[in-house]
C-alpha cells in the first residue's frame, strides 16, 4: 500500500496547503481518503488522473473533507469523459448530505444522466465493510458535521492505514490506531484545548499503538512547531509527500 498526500492542509489553506486529500494505491487500486474542496486542482498539480480512481472515501462531511465530490463528478462527466465506475463512501448521511451539496454548487447537477456507474455507499459504524477492495472500520469522533464524524481504518488484507479525520481526543481513536502500519492523525493546534480539534500538548501526550503516526491538518501556530513533532518521533504531513506502508 502507498500514500500520497494531495492535501493536508486545514479548512484555511494554512501553509499554502490544499484540504485534505490522501491517494491511497493498493495494487491495481486507486481511490481517496476524503476529497476536499481544491482535490481536483491538487490532483491536476501532481499529475493524478482523476479517470483512474476508482472511488472516494470519506471521514466526515465538512467542505475541507467533501466539498471537492461536486468538482470530481462534473470533471468526470464533461472534461475527463469518464467511463468507469465511480463509488463515493462515507458515514450515514452521506447520500442526503451530497445530493445536497452537488444541488447547492451546481442546481440541477444531481438529476444528470451520468455517463459512468455511480453508486453512493453509507458506511455502517464500527462494522468492518468491504469497501472497493479494502475492509473499512470506522468509529464515530468528536467533531459536528452534520452527520457522524469518523476516524477510518483500511485494510487490503496486508497493511493497514488509519486516519483520525476531525476530532478532539476520544479514546475512540485506540482501536483505529491499533497495529496499524501509518496513522494519520489531525493536529489542528499547538497548545489550545479545542472542541472538535486536537493539539499538539494533548496529543504528545497519548500513546498510540501504531508502527508509525503522521500529523496532519495542522493551523499556522502548529506548522511554527513542526520540528518538535519530528523530535518526538512523528511524521508531518506534507503535501506531494509519499509514504509506503
Request: aromatic fraction near 8%; charged fraction near 20%; include cysteine.
Amino acid at each position: 500500500m502507498r500514500l500520497t498526500i494531495l492535501g493536508c492542509g486545514d479548512a484555511f489553506g494554512s501553509g499554502g496547503r490544499f484540504n485534505a486529500c490522501f491517494l491511497i494505491e493498493s495494487g491495481a487500486r486507486r481511490v481517496l481518503l476524503d476529497c476536499g474542496a481544491s482535490s481536483l486542482v491538487a490532483m491536476r498539480v501532481r499529475g493524478v488522473d482523476p479517470n483512474r480512481l476508482e472511488g472516494v472515501i470519506l471521514s466526515h462531511l465538512h467542505g475541507d473533507h467533501f466539498g471537492g465530490l461536486p468538482f470530481l463528478l462534473l470533471d468526470a462527466q464533461h472534461a475527463s469523459q469518464r467511463r468507469e465506475p465511480l463509488t463515493v463512501a462515507g458515514p450515514p448521511g452521506t447520500r442526503a448530505r451530497f445530493e445536497g451539496l452537488m444541488e447547492a454548487m451546481f442546481p440541477r447537477s444531481w438529476s444528470t444522466r451520468w455517463r459512468f456507474p455511480l453508486e453512493v455507499v453509507e458506511i455502517p459504524l464500527a462494522s468492518p465493510t468491504e469497501v472497493l477492495g479494502f475492509t473499512v472500520t470506522t468509529a464515530e469522533v468528536v467533531h459536528y458535521s452534520g452527520t457522524p464524524s469518523t476516524a477510518v481504518r483500511l485494510s487490503d488484507g496486508e497493511k493497514v492505514l488509519a486516519y483520525s479525520g476531525d476530532t478532539e481526543w476520544t479514546d475512540a481513536l485506540l482501536p483505529i490506531a491499533e497495529g496499524a502500519d501509518l496513522f494519520i492523525m489531525e493536529c489542528y493546534d499547538y497548545a489550545r484545548a479545542l472542541t472538535g480539534h486536537m493539539s499538539w500538548e494533548i496529543l504528545k501526550s497519548r500513546r498510540l499503538a501504531a508502527r508509525r503516526v503522521m500529523v496532519t491538518h495542522m493551523n499556522a501556530g502548529m506548522l511554527a512547531h513542526v520540528e518538535e513533532a519530528k523530535a518526538a518521533g512523528f511524521l508531518v504531513a506534507e503535501d506531494g509527500a509519499s509514504v509506503s506502508l
